[in-house]
């Protein structure tokens, strides 16, 4: 009963060569690849349908309208589109005025879009702000690294001060900290 075991476990291993798992690979690749353009075409079509479609059916209602009609609907698609590039004008020129603003403040003006609003009021008052909070967060930076740290004290044998023999009885780390801690003393002990 064993052996018919061992022979099915045996058997249900199979080994591939280096070029079988090319192939095998290949294979997937080309099966992943194909439904990927697939997909991509049937929305593209589909896309174009549904462009083809508008467009049959705008044309299917301008055969139907009368001159004027169709003189006021064309109307209408060119006010739109004016109002659509004027509205992208106004933007541009905010942005704009946006960067100069920053400038003039002394503010990076990689922060404009963060500022950027729909008015030259509201873009002012957005500057006004943020240069507040950007002067608040650089002062209390300044202020941590000014801060500093506490001197150590020096570590002095018999009190305040070390003898001639002392120092040279002294390692270099010793010898470094009394240069840190105080180098006038240290000057005078080198000689």
């Known amino acids: 009963m064993e052996e018919e075991q061992i ?37 593209w079509e589909a896309e174009y349908q549904a462009k083809l479609e508008a467009e049959k059916s705008e044309a299917e209602k301008l055969a139907k309208m009368s001159e004027a009609e169709r003189f006021e609907s064309e109307l209408s698609k060119q006010k739109e589109a004016f109002e659509t590039e004027r509205a992208q004008f106004n933007r541009e020129k ?18 404009s879009s963060y500022v950027l609003a729909d008015s030259a009021e509201q873009i002012k008052d ?21 801060q500093g740290r506490t001197p150590k004290t020096a570590n002095k044998p018999n009190g305040d001060t070390i003898t001639k023999e002392q120092f040279d009885k002294m390692g270099y780390a010793e010898r470094l900290n009394l240069f840190n801690t105080d180098p006038d003393l240290y000057e005078q002990l080198k000689k």
């Open 7 to 43: 022979k099915t476990g045996a058997e249900e291993i199979k080994t591939y060569t280096e070029e079988e798992v090319q192939v095998m690979l290949q294979k997937e690749t080309d099966r992943k690849t194909t439904k990927a353009l697939e997909t991509a075409r049937s929305k």
């Open 126 to 146: 957005n500057i006004k702000n943020f240069k507040s909070m950007w002067q608040t967060e650089i002062e209390k930076a300044v202020n941590e690294r000014l």
């Open 94 to 111: 905010l942005e704009l005025q946006t960067v100069k603003e920053l400038s003039a403040e002394g503010l990076p003006t990689s922060f």
